[in-house]
């Protein structure tokens, strides 16, 4: 049973560009959950995602950044116009749902602005 | 704010050596507490978790002890071994609507050989 998975892994982009993070999560795991670490430092919440639906948001930046879950295929997060305060490790995590709480995280993607 | 207080930033211990390491909370909301060991490169894998419904809880070599009227909770690992060399994260949730996770800011273990 494949565990959550990201890609890509490391991602390098220069200021003003666009970064697009994927994650897939667990088989039969309907939660997404988007967090931020920066180094040196624990994982901060982004966002939280059901299938074609945001349910929180709250911890995400206002500008620039958004997230999605599409019926079909991985979630997105997607960081428009990077910045050097952007470069961070990006975790995915995953939860059945239904009442269980455990959430399942991926390696992550490291991103780094130029 | 730091919802969630955890100590101490790092550790080192013998091996066989019992590290501890203490979480506090403030919000009487949370009702899941878990702890993640991270590898340097790699994501956090969830070790063990705990609800306010029990004091303690075991499994393996690692325990959580509860304190739920201090809102105090913390990771025990018994014979610990250089292999537990790890940076560890303690968190909390609530069980009821969105329950995004409010991690502790890590406690970087190393275990001696």
């Known amino acids: 049973n494949a565990g959550v998975m990201q890609n890509p892994r490391h991602l390098v982009r220069r200021r003003g560009q666009e970064a697009r993070l994927r994650c897939s999560p667990m088989?039969?795991?309907?939660?997404v959950y988007w967090y931020r670490q920066l180094p040196e430092e624990g994982l901060k919440f982004m966002v939280y995602l059901q299938k074609e639906n945001i349910i929180d948001e709250s911890g995400m930046p206002k500008e620039r950044f958004s997230a999605e879950f599409p019926k079909e295929g991985p979630s997105i997060l997607r960081i428009q116009q990077v910045v050097r305060g952007d470069s961070a490790a990006y975790f995915c995590?995953?939860?059945?749902?239904?009442?269980?709480?455990?959430?399942?995280f991926g390696p992550g993607t490291r991103l780094t602005v130029l | 704010q730091q919802q969630v207080k955890q100590s101490p930033q790092s550790l080192i211990v013998q091996k066989g050596g019992i590290p501890i390491i203490n979480c506090a909370y403030e919000n009487t909301a949370f009702d899941y507490f878990p702890w993640y060991q991270q590898f340097p490169g790699k994501g956090p894998a969830l070790l063990i978790a705990?609800?306010?419904?029990?004091s303690e809880k075991k499994e393996g070599r690692f325990t959580i002890s509860f304190n739920k009227s201090a809102k105090q909770f913390s990771l025990h690992i018994m014979d610990s071994q250089p292999g537990d060399s790890a940076t560890y994260f303690c968190?909390?949730?609530?069980?009821?609507?969105?329950?995004?996770?409010?991690f502790g800011t890590g406690t970087r273990l190393t275990v001696i050989p």
């Open positions: 968190a909390a949730s609530r069980q009821t609507g969105a329950n995004n996770l409010f």
């Open positions: 995590a995953s939860s059945p749902g239904q009442g269980r709480d455990e959430q399942f």
């Open positions: 088989k039969g795991h309907s939660h």
């Open positions: 705990i609800r306010p419904d029990v």
